[in-house]
Structure formats: C-alpha cells, structure tokens
C-alpha cells in the first residue's frame, strides 16, 4: 500500500537555527515528490516537485532533497515567517491523478 | 500555475442541513479535485471533477453525500448533504495545472466547515 510519513510531527526551532524535516514514502512506482506549505486557515501552497533521486530544489532558505525512499525539507537560518506545516504528497505509478499526502510537520520558529 | 477561490471560506451549520461549496479558478482546467481536511489528519480527496462527465468518487465517499457539479473549465461545486458533526472539516478545492515543466496540484484557501 501507498504511504506517506512525515517527521517530526512538531519542530520549534529558534530563528537562524537550522534544521530538516523528513518525509519517508513507500510506493511502488513514483512520478513525483511534492512539497507544499500550509498557513493556519489557508489551503496548501506549492514549493517544490521531485522528480528523481538525487534531484534538489532550493527556494529561499528551503531546500529539498529526494532519495530513493525519502525525501528531506532543509531549512537554512530560518525566520519566524517560516511558521507553517509543511506537508508532503507522492505521486504513484498506480494511479492516474491521486496524490498521497502525509499529515505534515508543524514547524515554529521563535524570534 | 492557477488561483483558486472559495466560497464560503466558512459556516456553522446545523446537523441535517447542507452546504454549498463554490470553487472559482481563473483559468480553464480540465481536472478539479475536492479534498477534505480533518484535524491532525492529512488531505484526502473526495472525488475528481472532470467537465462534462460524472464525478468520480474515493473510496469512502458517495455522491449521495457529496454530490458534485462542473458546469464549465473553470467552476465547480460541492455540496455537503444531510450534515453531521462529523463533517466538521476543512474542504479544499484543487486543480491540476500546468506549474514549471509539470503539472502540479493547486489548492484553494479552503472552506471551514463546524457542524453543530
């Protein structure tokens, strides 16, 4: 079966302290990798989608990596605007359109 | 990309009463997907709209309970019939847009839905 697990579930990070947030999926065919940001009381933002393993995409202070079984969401000197959760989503082979989503990392960052 | 509007963007409901949720997209598209948003909970898609064909249903959801319509390439509606409390969610409309060299997943702002 199709899985997605995000870790950690919360992160509070003081401003300018570096961290990474992990997204781990098992799938048996991948198309893609996505990660969006989610501000409390709004719909998901797009950042970025993986391809292949080895491929990074950076915006900003955020980068992400894929590998073969996870993915990470690097955070460089963040500040406290970087508040969010931030959720993965694959895309599998299996199907044509379904995206499966994880249940996100609720990141703080204190001033 | 795409932008996405929604309306209500949230109500209090009654139990046994339904809601109507309008997703409004600026460009025409032909899949749109609703999504639900349970507290703690990650996104699960309810159903693919696609204009001109019945919506197609996950598993776990009826059009009985959320029936869809998609008049045209840039609007579509949900609606939450005969409510309980445990409908109490948020519900996202998405698009499938051309983003970059891909097409990516947009999502509206989202509608809140409380049921008393």
């Known amino acids: 079966e199709d899985q997605v697990t995000q870790s950690p579930e919360a992160l509070r990070l003081q401003e300018g302290e570096s961290s990474s947030l992990n997204c781990s999926y098992t799938v048996s065919g991948l198309r893609g990798l996505f990660w969006y940001r989610q501000d409390p009381g709004k719909g998901p933002e797009f950042l970025f989608t993986?391809?292949?393993a080895g491929e990074e995409k950076e915006k900003e202070r955020l980068k992400a990596t894929l590998t073969k079984k996870e993915s990470f969401l690097h955070i460089t000197a963040p500040k406290p605007e970087d508040s969010a959760t931030y959720l993965c989503a694959v895309h599998p082979t299996s199907g044509t359109y379904k995206y499966i989503f994880g249940t996100g990392t609720r990141l703080k960052v204190l001033a | 990309s795409a932008v996405i509007s929604q309306k209500p963007s949230r109500d209090i409901c009654q139990r046994g009463t339904s809601l109507t949720i309008q997703c409004q997209v600026d460009s025409q598209v032909t899949m749109m997907f609703w999504y639900r948003q349970q507290p703690g909970q990650s996104l699960t898609l309810i159903a693919t709209?696609?204009?001109?064909?019945?919506?197609?249903?996950e598993s776990g959801f009826v059009i009985d309970k959320f029936p869809i319509s998609r008049p045209n390439l840039t609007f579509s509606t949900l609606t939450v019939s005969n409510m309980s409390p445990e409908d109490s969610s948020i519900y996202l409309c998405?698009?499938?847009?051309?983003?970059?060299?891909?097409?990516?997943?947009?999502f509206g702002p989202g509608t809140r839905l409380l049921v008393l």
């Open positions: 993986l391809y292949s």
């Open positions: 709209a696609n204009q001109g064909s019945e919506a197609t249903y």
């Open positions: 998405s698009v499938w847009a051309q983003g970059g060299t891909s097409a990516t997943q947009y």
